[in-house]
């Protein structure tokens, strides 16, 4: 018997809704978490997009060396963040 089966019977519940339940609990936590990472780094520099630190590097606000690593985790965090809302999109509605 697989966990989620254990679980399951023991909530008294169908397999296939816990396991509905389960994925969008998992991804509203991942995107929690992913958001907070992102207003982190747009605190820490002022900008509330990707495309305002870009700016400010092209203005010159802002030196390249002193934001690559924050700039390139945002990138990631933004396109993570669009992957996991639009799985949940695609999730079966109740």
């Known amino acids: 018997m697989e966990i989620i089966d254990e679980v399951a019977s023991a909530l008294k519940m169908d397999r296939d ?10 991804l509203e936590r991942e995107v929690r978490c992913i958001e907070a990472e992102i207003f982190e780094i747009r605190t820490k520099h002022g900008v509330r997009s990707i495309f305002e630190l ?5 203005k010159g606000e802002v030196r390249e060396e002193d934001i690559l690593d924050d700039f390139q985790e945002l990138d990631y ?18």
Request: charged share 35%.
């Open 54 to 58: 870009d700016d400010k590097l092209k």
């Open 17 to 26: 809704v816990l396991a509905r339940a389960s994925i969008k609990a998992f």
């Open 77 to 94: 965090l933004e396109f993570r963040r669009d992957e996991i809302l639009a799985a949940m999109k695609s999730l079966p509605q109740q």
